[in-house]
C-alpha cells in the first residue's frame, strides 16, 4: 500500500517525469546541477496540470470499482493527448477495471524495450459494516487509523434501488464517542483511544423507523466509504495537501510521463511504452499482475508513494531509507 515498490530501471531519456515525480513526492530529494530554470522540479506546477492532478486523484475508485479513475478520468485524457492520432489503444480486462495504454500495439516491436509504468487506481476505503436500529451506520475502518477519521465528512456511496447498477452519494460524518460530555475520563485525558469497531456515520436522519429510511435510500452491508479530502494547495509553498494520495499520484505520473511521449513521438521508436493502471492492488497486487502477465513487459516500474520519515512523529528514522521532504 505504502511501502515504495519503484524498481530502478534503466529507462529510455524520459525528460522531466522523474525530476517532477521527485517535485510531487515527499523525497525533496534536488538536483545537483541548479543550473536552468527550465529544470521542471524547479517550477510551480502549472494551474490545469495541478487541476488534473486533483480531479485523478480525487476520483471515486475504491478497491475494485476503479473505473471512475481508469475511464472517468484517465480514458478521456488519453483522447485528449490524441492516442488516435498516435496508434496507441487501450487493452481493457474482463471483470477488472485495470487499464493500459499502449503506444506500440501494432507493427514490429522486435528490438524495441517494452517499458510498463504502472501506477494502481484503486484507493482503500471504509465500508458499511452493519446498520443499526437507530439509523447508526456502523463501518470498517480498512487500513486507516481510526482516531484520525473522527469528524471528517465522508462520502457513502449506494446503490440506487429504484435504478439498480446507478450509484448515488449521500454525505455524512465519522463519528465515535459524540462530544466531550459522554466522554469517559480516558478519552477525555487522551489514555483511550478509539477502536475500530466504534466507528460509526452520521448522516442526519430523523424521525422514526431510521434503519428503514437507510434501507430505503440503498444503504447496505458493502458499501463504500470514502474521505472527502480533495486535493488544494498549501501555504506552505509549492506543496498540497487532501486524501489518498495513494496512489493518484502514481497515476499521475504515469500520465505525465505519456504526455511527455505523446509530445516526443521518437521515442516510441525505440521503446514501446506501457501506462498502466492497476486495479486491486490494496487486497494483493492483483490487478497489475494480470497487466503484467498479459503485456510481459521488458521493465516494469510500479509508481507509488512513502512517507516522508523525517517529519512523521514518533518514527525512528534511522530504521528505513532516508526519505524527506
Ligand atoms: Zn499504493
Not at 474482463?94 to 506500440?104: K, P, Q, S
Not at 471504509?126 to 436500529?133: H, K, L
Not at 505525465?256 to 497486487?285: D, M, N, Y
Not at 503484467?292 to 513487459?297: H, K
Request: net charge neutral; hydrophobic share 40%.
Amino acid at each position: 500500500m505504502l511501502a515504495a515498490r519503484r524498481l530502478a530501471a534503466t529507462a529510455p531519456p524520459l525528460p522531466a517525469v522523474a525530476a517532477q515525480c521527485h517535485h510531487l513526492r515527499h523525497s525533496g530529494r534536488r538536483g545537483s546541477s541548479s543550473a536552468t530554470p527550465a529544470a521542471a522540479h524547479e517550477q510551480r506546477m502549472p494551474d490545469d496540470t495541478f487541476d488534473f492532478m486533483a480531479r485523478l486523484i480525487g476520483a471515486p475508485s475504491p478497491v475494485g470499482l476503479e473505473a471512475a479513475m481508469t475511464q472517468g478520468v484517465v480514458a478521456p485524457f488519453f483522447k485528449e493527448l490524441g492516442a488516435d492520432r498516435l496508434g496507441w489503444i487501450e487493452h481493457k480486462f474482463r471483470g477488472n477495471a485495470g487499464t493500459v495504454w499502449d503506444t506500440g500495439p501494432e507493427g514490429d516491436t522486435e528490438g524495441k524495450l517494452t517499458v510498463m509504468l504502472c501506477g494502481h487506481a484503486d484507493k482503500i476505503r471504509m465500508q458499511v459494516r452493519s446498520i443499526g436500529a437507530d439509523g447508526k451506520v456502523w463501518i470498517n475502518s480498512d487500513s486507516f487509523l481510526p482516531l484520525t477519521l473522527l469528524g471528517n465528512t465522508v462520502t457513502l456511496f449506494s446503490e440506487d434501488p429504484a435504478a439498480l447498477g446507478t450509484y448515488r452519494s449521500l454525505p455524512a460524518t465519522v463519528e465515535a464517542l459524540g462530544a466531550i460530555h459522554f466522554a469517559p475520563p480516558e478519552s477525555r485525558s487522551g489514555k483511550k483511544g478509539i477502536a475500530p469497531n466504534e466507528l460509526y456515520l452520521e448522516l442526519g436522519l430523523h424521525g422514526s423507523k431510521r434503519k428503514a429510511q437507510l434501507e430505503a435510500l440503498g444503504v447496505r452491508a458493502g458499501d463504500t466509504v470514502l474521505l472527502d479530502r480533495p486535493i488544494t494547495r498549501c501555504a506552505g509553498g509549492d506543496t498540497f495537501s487532501g486524501a489518498y494520495l495513494d496512489n493518484g499520484l502514481g497515476c499521475f505520473v504515469a500520465a505525465e510521463v505519456a504526455r511527455k511521449v505523446a509530445a516526443t513521438p521518437s521515442i516510441t521508436e525505440h521503446v514501446r511504452c506501457l501506462f498502466a493502471f492497476a486495479s486491486h492492488e490494496e487486497i494483493g497486487r492483483f490487478g497489475s499482475r494480470v497487466l503484467a502477465q498479459e503485456l510481459r513487459p521488458d521493465v516494469l516500474v510500479a509508481i507509488d508513494v512513502n512517507h516522508d520519515y523525517d517529519t512523521a512523529p514518533t518514527q525512528g528514522k534511522e530504521r528505513y531509507q532516508p526519505l524527506k521532504l
